[in-house]
C-alpha cells in the first residue's frame, strides 16, 4: 500500500478518494454547499465560539489551583527571575508579558484565554480548508464552538487555550511545509518552511511537558511515507531551536528540568520512597489511563456517553470526579475501529489526516505512560476533541466514498450533523447555570458559587493586598497562589511539607521566609491553626491574641500578626 502522491489541487479534489465534488451523490452535494459559504460558516463558527463562551464565562478562579499557578509562575519569573519548571514555560512566558504590561488584572487574562479559542479557529481554518473534506473540517471548527468543555477554558487562565492555538499554528506551518515538499522537496527552496516548522514546533514543545515529542510524530510520519531524508530534516530543524534555547535558558535561569519528570517516574505518586516505576507499572498506568482518558472522558466530552459536568472544579465537578463514569471496553473498541479504519483510508488518500491520526495517537500515548492514573483529569484530552471528532466524520466520509459504502452516504451525513449538534445541545443546558455566575460578577460579587469559607478567604486575600504595607512581611496561607492573585503581591507563603510539630522548627521556618501574619480559615485541613497552636502553647507572645482583620462570620477567615 503506497501513500498518495498526487499534486495538491485547489479546492478538494485531491482528497476524496479522487472523486470530484463537483460529480454527483449527497456528499459532494454537501462539500459544494460547505465550499461556497466556507467564509460565512468560518464567520459562524467564531461568532458562536464567542457568544457560546461568554454565556458560560465564569470569572473566578477555579477550585483546582493550577489556573492560578500559571498567573504565579508569570509573576515569580518577572519579579524573582524563576523560571517555570513544572509546566510547559511558554504560557507562563506570555502572561509575563500581559502582567508586565497591565498588571494583575485577571478578568484580562481571562479574556486572552477566549482570544487564543478564537485564534484557533481561524488558524485551523486555514491549515485544513482544501485539505480535508468541508464535512470533517467544519466538524472540527463547531467542535470548539459548541462544545462546552472546550468553551470552559475560555474563561479560565489554564494553559489549554493557549496550547490548542499553538497547536493550530504548527499544524498549518506543517502543511504548508509538506505541501511546499511536494512540488519541490530541495533544501534550498523549502529552507524557510523547514525553519517555520522547527520554530513552530519548538514552541509547542515548551507550551506543554508531553508535547516535547511533536518533532517525533513528525518524524514517523516520514518514515511511514519512506521520506528518509524529511524524516532527519524533521529532528534536524526541531533541534536547531531547541538546543540553543536550552542552552540559553539554563545560562540565565540555571536548572530548568522539569519536576514533572520526577513524578512521572515515581511507582506512586504520593509515595516517593515507592522508588521508580518499572515496565510493568507504566504498561499498568497505559491501559488504565486508556479506560480512563479513551472510553470514558472522551466520548463523554463529546457527549456521547452519560452526562459530565463541563465546569472546571466546581462541587458538582468535584463530586463527578469522586465517583467516576467505569472504562468501557464497547466505547474503546469504538475509538480503535474508527481510528483504524480512518489511518487506513487516509494513509492512502490524506496525508493531512493522515498526520492528525499520528498526532493524537502520538501525544495521547505519551500522556498515558507520563500521567499517575489518580489525576483522571479530562482536560488531558480537551485538547484534541476537535481533531477526534474530525477523525471520526472522516472514517464515515471515507467508507462512503467507496464503491462498497456508497449506501452509507446518508447516514455519514446525518450522523456528522449529530455529532456536533450533540455538543450544542449539551452547551444549551449548561448555559442557563452559567448565566447566574456571570450576572452576579457583572454586578460585582465576583466570589458567588463559592463555598462561603473560600469566598471569605479570597476576600480577605485582597483586604491584604489594599491595606497591609508593601514592607509588612509575608502572610503564611493555605492556598498563597490565589492569595498573589486577589492580594496583587507575592506575599503569600505555603505551609511548609511536613508541616512543623514543635514551636520552634515552626518559628525558624517562619523567620526564615519572612512571615509576619499568619492566615487561619476554616476550610482548609487545620494545618495553619495546628501551627499557631503550637506556637502560642509555647511562646504564647509571639503571636496576638487578636485577629488585624476577620473576613466574614460562617467559616471565618482571621489573620493574626507575629510578633519576633
Known amino acids: 500500500m503506497k501513500p498518495e502522491k498526487t499534486k495538491a489541487q485547489t479546492g478538494s479534489a485531491h482528497i476524496h478518494h479522487h472523486n470530484s465534488i463537483a460529480e454527483p451523490g449527497l456528499l459532494n452535494a454537501i462539500e459544494r454547499f460547505l465550499n461556497r459559504n466556507s467564509s460565512i460558516l468560518l464567520g459562524i463558527a467564531l461568532v458562536l465560539c464567542a457568544l457560546f463562551a461568554a454565556m458560560l464565562f465564569d470569572g473566578r478562579l477555579s477550585f483546582a489551583t493550577d489556573d492560578a499557578t500559571y498567573i504565579n509562575n508569570a509573576y515569580n519569573l518577572i519579579h524573582h527571575g524563576t523560571y517555570p519548571t513544572f509546566q510547559g514555560a511558554l504560557y507562563p512566558f506570555t502572561l509575563a508579558l500581559l502582567l508586565s504590561i497591565f498588571g ?90 523547514w525553519l517555520l516548522y522547527g520554530f513552530c514546533f519548538f514552541l509547542l514543545s515548551i507550551s506543554k511537558n508531553a508535547a516535547v515529542i511533536c518533532s517525533g510524530i513528525a518524524l514517523v510520519y516520514f518514515l511511514a511515507r519512506k521520506e528518509w531524508k524529511f524524516a532527519a530534516f524533521a529532528i534536524a530543524f526541531f533541534l536547531l531551536f531547541r538546543v540553543p534555547y536550552e542552552v540559553i535558558a539554563r545560562a540565565v535561569f540555571g536548572n530548568i528540568s522539569s519536576t514533572q519528570t520526577e513524578m512521572m517516574l515515581r511507582k506512586d505518586f504520593n509515595d516517593p520512597s515507592k522508588g521508580s516505576a518499572d515496565l510493568g507499572d507504566f504498561t499498568d498506568r497505559f491501559f488504565e489511563n486508556w479506560g480512563q482518558y479513551i472510553s470514558t472522558h472522551t466520548f ?225 485541613l487545620g494545618q495553619i491553626r495546628a501551627v499557631a497552636q503550637v506556637i502560642a502553647t509555647k511562646y504564647p507572645e509571639k503571636i496576638n491574641p487578636e485577629p488585624v482583620h476577620v473576613e466574614g462570620t460562617l467559616e471565618p477567615t482571621a489573620i493574626y500578626k507575629l510578633n519576633y
Open 300 to 524: 463523554k466530552m463529546l457527549g456521547l456517553r452519560g452526562n459530565g459536568v463541563p465546569d472546571l472544579f466546581t462541587l458538582e465537578k468535584m463530586k463527578e470526579l469522586q465517583t467516576p463514569m467505569e472504562a468501557s471496553g464497547f466505547y474503546s473498541l469504538i475509538f480503535i475501529l474508527f481510528f483504524g479504519a480512518a489511518l487506513y483510508y487516509s494513509y492512502k488518500y490524506n496525508k493531512y489526516i493522515f498526520f492528525l491520526i499520528l498526532y493524537v495517537c502520538g501525544m495521547s500515548f505519551f500522556t498515558f505512560i507520563a500521567v499517575h492514573t489518580l489525576w483522571n483529569q479530562d482536560r488531558f484530552m480537551v485538547i484534541y476533541l476537535p481533531f477526534i471528532l474530525a477523525i471520526f466524520v472522516y472514517t464515515m466520509y471515507a467508507f462512503s466514498k467507496s464503491e462498497k459504502g456508497k449506501f452509507f452516504q446518508p447516514i455519514a451525513a446525518i450522523l456528522a450533523i449529530i455529532f456536533v449538534l450533540v455538543q450544542l445541545v449539551g452547551t444549551l443546558k449548561e448555559a442557563p447555570k452559567h448565566s447566574k455566575f456571570a450576572r452576579k460578577y457583572m454586578k460585582g460579587d465576583e466570589f458567588y458559587g463559592y463555598p462561603q469559607g473560600l469566598q471569605n478567604y479570597t476576600k480577605a486575600c485582597r483586604w491584604t493586598g489594599e491595606n497591609l504595607p508593601a514592607d509588612s512581611g509575608k502572610i503564611l496561607a493555605n492556598r498563597p497562589v490565589e492569595g498573589l492573585v486577589y492580594g496583587k503581591r507575592g506575599m503569600f507563603v505555603r505551609i511548609p511539607k511536613p508541616v512543623p510539630t514543635n514551636a520552634d522548627s515552626a518559628l525558624a521556618f517562619l523567620k526564615k521566609s519572612d512571615v509576619k501574619y499568619l492566615m487561619i480559615d476554616e476550610s482548609n
Open 104 to 193: 494583575m488584572k485577571l478578568l484580562l487574562f481571562k479574556l486572552f484565554s477566549l482570544f487564543f479559542l478564537l485564534i484557533q479557529i481561524f488558524i485551523l481554518y486555514k491549515a485544513l480548508k482544501n485539505r480535508v473534506p468541508n464535512l470533517v473540517l467544519f466538524a472540527g471548527l463547531f467542535t470548539v464552538s459548541f462544545n462546552a468543555y472546550i468553551l470552559a477554558y475560555g474563561s479560565y487562565t489554564f494553559s489549554e487555550s493557549f496550547f490548542m492555538m499553538i497547536q493550530a499554528i504548527c499544524l498549518w506551518a506543517f502543511f504548508k511545509l509538506i505541501d511546499h515538499l511536494q512540488q519541490d522537496s530541495s533544501l534550498k527552496t523549502s529552507l524557510k518552511w
